[in-house]
């Protein structure tokens, strides 16, 4: 069956029963097509000439991020120098998309990355279990918010979703999406949890219902986090979101992507699945910590002619 018009829409979230009647009415995902279009799509090579271009353009999509318990207000002002400027040596590298850090961080990520471009994410709602009450989970967001925060990264109650509670989760999403003001959304699905390809399809399609600006994997707590096949499926439902709808929502893979391979990978992948409108950092990122460090090696290769090894570019 073909997606509903704009129109139709706004009856598909009527009430819990159409929700679970559109959402189960998708067309199923091919397991062994998607499989095996992602890894032909792995498999494509790059001219020389493109591949700096490639690079840049993965460096600008990086959401430079730290969320561990031990992060310092220190460790996130020197992440946010880098993300102004990935390669001192280097002042036409681009920045990155964005710092994301934990909500209590969000001030000093803000004070850190000034008025250089680079953005602010913060995760919220009980990251990365998402098991709190509402109350808890808006007041998350409205801190985050509150301290600057220009993008907020929420995660799904994937209990509700499994056990089929979709309108609970609309409902959830809808009401972040508010507290979030002019920040954009962006609706964590936590793939790793979701067990199936369709699983992934209907989540999207939650997310993207309920107003998601960007719909992404993981949280980059759980194995598996982001695989190119689920990132097809998420492709697709963006695409399919635009063809429908004529709006552009974007897409993040995070956790696992490590290396300027791999985000060669994602990126044509974007290409072939979704089109070329998406190969900008408003519509694609790359949620990582480790991936700009081989970014920035792999860029230096390509100028000066030989290997340089992760003593020539600042770590994190």
């Known amino acids: 069956m073909s997606a509903p018009s704009t ?3 706004s009856e598909v979230t009527r009430d819990d029963a159409s929700l679970r009647r559109f959402l189960h009415g998708l067309p199923g995902v091919d397991q062994v097509g998607v499989e095996q279009r992602a890894a032909g799509l792995g498999t494509r090579s790059i001219k020389k000439a493109s591949k700096l271009w490639a690079i840049d353009t993965a460096i600008s999509m990086v959401d430079l991020t730290t969320l561990e318990g031990a992060d310092t207000p220190g460790k996130v002002r020197t992440l946010a120098a880098k993300a102004r400027r990935p390669d001192p040596e280097y002042a036409e590298v681009p920045h990155v998309g964005a710092v ?5 961080m969000v001030a000093t990520a803000v004070a850190g990355v000034g008025d250089s471009g680079v953005g602010v994410a913060s995760v919220a709602t009980a990251f990365p279990s998402g ?9 998350d967001t409205q801190l985050a918010v509150d301290a600057g925060a220009a993008e907020i990264d929420m995660v799904i109650d994937r209990g509700a979703f499994l056990s089929g509670r979709y309108g609970q989760v609309y409902d ?7 507290a979030c003001g002019s920040a954009h959304l ?3 699905l936590e793939t790793g949890e979701l067990a199936t390809y369709d699983n992934v399809r209907r989540a999207s399609w939650l997310a993207l219902l309920a107003g998601g600006d960007f719909i992404k994997t993981s949280t980059g707590k759980v194995s598996p986090a982001a695989t190119l ?11 399919d979101w635009r063809d429908r709808t004529g709006q552009l929502r974007g897409v993040k893979p995070a956790g696992g992507i490590r290396n300027t391979k791999d985000a060669i990978r994602y990126l044509v992948a974007v290409h072939e699945v979704a089109g070329e409108e998406w ?13 700009l460090n081989d970014l920035l090696m792999q860029r230096r290769t390509q100028l000066e002619g030989h290997y340089s090894g992760p003593d020539y570019v600042t770590v994190d």
């Open 172 to 178: 959830e999403i809808v009401a972040i999406k508010a």
């Open 229 to 239: 096949p689920v990132t097809h499926v998420m492709l697709q439902a963006v695409r």
């Open 100 to 104: 994301c850090v934990y909500p209590d």
């Open 186 to 188: 962006k609706v964590i």
């Open 131 to 139: 098991r709190s009450n509402r109350a808890v989970k808006l007041a």
């Open 279 to 291: 190969l900008t950092p408003t519509l694609f990122r790359f949620g990582a910590s480790s991936l």
């Open 7 to 9: 129109t139709e829409l």
